[in-house]
């Protein structure tokens, strides 16, 4: 699939004169003679690289200088991904992630209250780039249950069977919960997160429909985690496209796999259709075969055998790998209600028949990850590279630059509109930001599973963010801690 885009004079003149740069320029770093690629303006051609103060500010036929350098021949040089649905808001999930090419990990569907507050448990010096959205689901748990957000804050720990996520909001609270959304995006939250899917119960038209116009006053997306039916049934996908058509609200679909499981082909038809009328519509998809959600979710308050088309064999308790049972499924809801279940339901047929449509993203859902003690999913620690290695190299599903696209480029540019940052994320071009993601395509791949989710990908061999190297030869360097925080640009527009 090609992603071709009209060159501005401007831009073709800019690239001409940078092949014939002054070798005597001063760089920070240099990365020489890898294959470049660049999915904005095609550019897939050997080259080398300078940077300066955190962008790239030559692109070179010609080897350049500088004292601190990396030697790409034969690597890929990549514009580094950036991943709009990660649950993974601590510094050992965004070590995997970096590991993985991350260089822009995004808490968008689930978001964040207060967004003043996101980032500050990753320290003065990050390890990626990050960014949150306003987390709908925080500020009705501030609005209805205070207590609950106290001790969310105080342990982690979230029981999703509170009233949070099945009490109605009165008016007085839908009021409350409206102000405080606008609050925080004037404060920089990067769009609204919406669980719809786990609040079922409690969210009606109204408070939908109040979500929905708020965001199309402020002109950021809702990242909605759809209403979910029986496998295939689209009823949740349009129930969002509908509103956000008569609202004008931009709208993300968070993990269309996950929620249309079988239907992924009508699914993709209805957001085609959509996007041909003119509504501002976006997907993605992760690369992996098993859902993750808290035991205590609402969905597994219905029939969730009928809708996942499991049953309790199916189903993992994530910290220990264990496989449940009806008994111990009944027990863990029982005693531990914010524990995490792998779930698993979802084929690589359908993955693979999302993944090579048009516009259709990749993020990885990877789940929230404190400590290396507990298990998780493991998207978080290898996304990109089963997408690399397992769809481009051994399926020849996609071509190498229409994969670097959905895992940058793209996500950049649903993000660019409203937070001008992205306006230099996802490209290597003059200007750009110095993100890069160098990897080895004959090597690359993801090693973590289920039994192992910690395994860090082999074949990323250098990560650059804001023009440090943060991974050399596959593994954390000691010049780390070069990310910022991302928020939206709407007050100066």
């Known amino acids: 699939m090609s992603y071709h885009k009209p060159v501005s004079v401007v831009a073709v003149l800019g690239l001409l004169a940078t092949l014939f740069v002054n070798a005597a320029t001063p760089y920070d770093l240099v990365i020489n003679n890898g294959r470049v ?56 999930g ?20 207060p967004i003043a507050r996101f980032g500050h448990q990753l320290g003065n010096a990050p390890l990626t780039h990050f960014g949150a959205s306003v987390g709908h689901a925080w500020i009705r748990m501030q609005v209805i249950d205070p207590e609950a957000l106290s001790e969310l804050g105080r342990s982690g720990r979230l029981d999703m069977s509170g009233p949070t996520f099945t009490q109605p909001a009165n008016p007085e609270e839908l009021a409350q919960i409206r102000a405080l959304i606008e609050q925080e995006l004037i404060a920089g939250g990067l769009g609204i997160g919406l669980l719809l899917d786990y609040m079922t119960r409690a969210v ?7 979500i929905f116009s708020v965001a199309a006053r402020f002109g950021v997306p809702v990242f909605v985690h759809v209403r979910r039916g029986v496998d295939g049934d689209p009823a949740g996908l349009e129930e969002v496209m509908a509103v956000a058509e008569r609202s004008g609200a931009p709208l993300h679909i968070c993990h269309l796999n996950a929620s249309a ?17 003119g509504l501002d519509v976006t997907t993605e998809i992760f690369p992996w075969t098993a859902g993750s959600a808290a035991i205590s979710s609402d969905v597994f308050s219905r029939n969730w055998r009928e809708i996942f088309a499991i049953d309790y064999e199916d189903v993992q308790w994530a910290e220990t790998g264990e496989w449940l049972t009806e008994e111990t499924f009944t027990a863990f809801r029982a005693i531990r209600p914010d524990g995490q279940t792998m779930h698993h339901y979802i ?23 404190t400590s290396y003690e507990r298990k998780v999913v493991p998207n978080g620690a290898g996304t990109s590279s089963r997408v690399l290695g397992q769809v481009v190299r051994e399926e020849k599903s996609l071509s190498l630059s229409d994969a670097i696209a959905r895992l940058s480029w793209l996500p950049a540019q649903r993000m660019e509109a409203f937070a ?13 930001d110095a993100d890069l993601a160098i990897f080895d395509a004959n090597r690359v791949a993801a090693r973590a599973d289920y039994a192992h989710p910690f395994l860090a990908p082999v074949g990323m061999q250098y990560v650059v963010v804001a023009g440090t190297i943060t991974v050399r030869d596959g593994v954390l360097a000691d010049e780390v801690g070069a990310g910022s925080k991302l928020t939206n640009s709407i007050g100066d527009n």
């Open 37 to 92: 690629i660049d999915p904005e303006s095609q550019l897939d051609a050997v080259h080398s690289l300078g940077i300066r103060e955190g962008k790239i500010v030559a692109i070179s036929a010609d080897p350049l200088k500088a004292e601190r350098s990396i030697d790409a021949t034969g690597l890929i040089v990549s514009p580094g991904f950036i991943n709009l649905h990660s649950h993974s808001v601590a510094e050992p």
């Open 94 to 113: 965004y070590r995997l992630e970096l590991l993985d090419g991350v260089t822009t990990v995004l808490e968008l569907e689930a978001g964040s209250f």
């Open 420 to 432: 001008s940052d992205f306006r230099t994320k996802g490209r290597i071009q003059l200007g750009a």
């Open 204 to 210: 009606t038209e109204a408070e939908r429909d109040m």
């Open 261 to 277: 499981m079988s239907g992924v082909d009508y699914w993709l038809d209805q957001i085609d259709a959509a996007r041909e009328r």
């Open 347 to 369: 084929r690589e047929e359908w993955n693979r028949r999302a993944i090579v449509r048009p516009h259709v993203m990749v993020a990885s859902d990877a789940m929230p990850l």
